[in-house]
């Protein structure tokens, strides 16, 4: 699924990462797939309506949340489902690491690859999008 969802993303001029919907939909992708997409350019339009103007740590702080774990001021409580706990696991591992490690984003991108099998639809859905936006998203090494 992540590979099928990657042949729509690229990059803009302005380096801001996009899933084309209406390439998707024109080559009858699934619902499943356009939906996904749909939550990637969410993710992404946040993450670059944010860079211009604040810290790493406003941009994470307000980034759309799953669950009870998605980034700085998001953390904490029992992880409401898998997603939620992979988000957990890699918002410590970014304190630990620092914000963008490329460990902690390959980490969450293989748990969900992993677990999408076992994902209700919504979860999966949006596991989906935050596996592709950071499979591709620039990392620190």
């Known amino acids: 699924m992540l590979e099928e969802m990657q042949k729509y993303i690229y990059q803009d001029e302005d380096g801001k990462l996009i899933f084309n919907v209406d390439k998707a939909i024109e080559e009858e992708q699934s619902d499943f797939i356009i939906d996904s997409g749909k939550e990637f350019n969410a993710l992404s339009n946040h993450v670059e309506n944010k860079k211009e103007s604040q810290s790493v740590s406003q941009i994470l702080r ?4 799953w669950g009870n774990w998605c980034g700085l001021g998001h953390g904490g409580g029992v992880p409401k489902d898998k997603l939620d706990s992979l988000r957990m696991t890699h918002d410590l ?11 902690c984003d390959k980490a969450l991108v293989a748990g969900i690859t992993a677990a999408l099998p076992f994902m209700k639809y919504d979860e999966k859905r949006a596991a989906l999008a935050v596996a592709a936006y950071f499979s591709i998203a620039p990392c620190k090494k």
């Open 93 to 103: 591992c970014y304190k630990v690491k620092g914000y963008f490690d490329c460990g």
């Open 62 to 65: 307000g980034m759309p949340v």
